[in-house]
């Protein structure tokens, strides 16, 4: 548990900033929140392709805890509900997704589909829940948001890269 202090600290710390930006658009598509949220990805995938889906399911299940209650206490409790039960699915189909596509010949595959799918699925989910219902323009803020998340996918293929060529290079201390 000791190597997964870092990723869990990271998951929660990019989950509660997240959930206090959200509340801050930017214009009618999109919030701050849309451009901390995509780093929960690249924990997640970082941590599967170090050291397995067991590590990240237990680093997106500890960072969720959390998040969450700090969530609550930081932002809203609407909005804390929202994000646990949307980062909760999202983030544990992002594991199932890039374990069974870790194995494809071109190393990007499995990161890119599973932040694209978790992306679309923590929109939905988060969007509706925490602002539907409301005066506020949740479903361009959902579109704006998946597509800041789908640019930063693709844009975090290169620290994603780079890490694993750093952690993959040295002798495994696990």
């Known amino acids: 548990m000791n190597r997964l202090i870092l990723p869990v600290a990271a998951m929660a710390a990019v989950v509660v900033a ?16 849309a451009l901390t949220y995509p780093f929960a990805f ?9 050291w397995g889906p067991a590590a990240a399911r237990r680093v997106v299940t500890v960072g969720f805890l959390i ?29 199932t997704l890039f374990d069974r596509l870790r194995h494809l010949r071109v190393w990007w595959a499995a990161p890119l589909a599973s932040s694209t799918v978790g992306s679309a699925v923590d929109t939905l989910i988060f969007f509706a829940g925490a602002f539907a219902l409301t005066e506020v323009p949740w479903v361009s ?7 800041v998340k789908l640019v930063l996918a693709l844009a975090m293929l290169v620290p994603f890269r780079i890490a694993i060529r750093t952690v993959l290079a040295k002798p495994s201390q696990a």
């Open 67 to 95: 998040a969450v209650v700090m969530s609550a206490w930081l932002a809203t409790p609407r909005i804390a509900a929202a994000s646990g039960a949307a980062f909760l699915v999202a983030q544990l189909l992002d594991v």
């Open 141 to 147: 803020l959902a579109v704006g948001d998946y597509g």
């Open 18 to 33: 997240s959930n206090i930006l959200v509340q801050y658009p930017i214009n009618d598509w999109l919030t701050w929140g």
């Open 42 to 50: 690249l924990i997640t995938d970082l941590t599967n392709r170090t």
